[in-house]
């Protein structure tokens, strides 16, 4: 795999892959600093708005799975829209990031993993009560025994590290 140094005011010089599954095709340089401070800015303000929309609620949850509600159905086919739209206007008017750079959207094939990947995703998240995006919102907001699935989830992560190559992509 080929790789690209990439440089920022702590390090001399990090070595990166230039090949991801999530492609990020970024060139501009950007400090550690204020992009950390970027992303914890967003992922606050997500935690607040995942509390007050009752997205992190163990009972909406398991309303959504045994059908017994809209409400998580209509937050989740908002997002939908929301992002199908985003990206129409990114590809139609050519909308660059804040750095000033096109933004790349990369096709994608179909694997059976995804299937496979998402099944389990759905009976973790129907078994738990939590998908990995509100988890801290969770846990800040006082569900202490959702370390548990935090934890798991990292678990989950790590053995998928190891056995990667041997699953269907």
Not at 53 to 78: A, N, P
Not at 139 to 146: A, H, P, Q
Not at 149 to 157: F, V
Request: charged share 15%; proline share 4%; with cysteine.
């Amino acid at each position: 795999m080929a790789t690209k140094p990439i440089h920022d005011e702590f390090t001399e010089q990090v070595t990166t892959p230039d090949e991801c599954s999530a492609g990020n095709d970024q060139v501009a340089k950007e400090s550690l600093v204020g992009s950390n401070i970027k992303y914890l800015g967003m992922g606050i303000l997500f935690g607040i708005i995942a509390v007050k929309s009752e997205i992190i609620s163990w009972y909406r949850i398991q309303e959504m799975f045994r059908l017994h509600s809209f409400h998580m159905y209509g937050v989740i086919g908002t997002a939908v829209v929301v992002g199908a739209i985003s990206v129409w206007l990114i590809k139609r008017f050519k909308i660059k990031t804040l750095q000033g750079e096109t933004v790349v959207l990369h096709p994608r094939q179909f694997h059976w993993g995804n299937v496979i990947g998402g099944l389990l995703f759905g009976i973790g998240w129907g078994i738990t009560g939590a998908c990995p995006g509100p988890l801290f919102a969770q846990i800040g907001s006082g569900s202490l025994v959702v370390v548990i699935t935090l934890l798991s989830a990292i678990a989950g992560t790590y053995v998928y590290g190891i056995v990667q190559k041997k699953l269907p992509h």
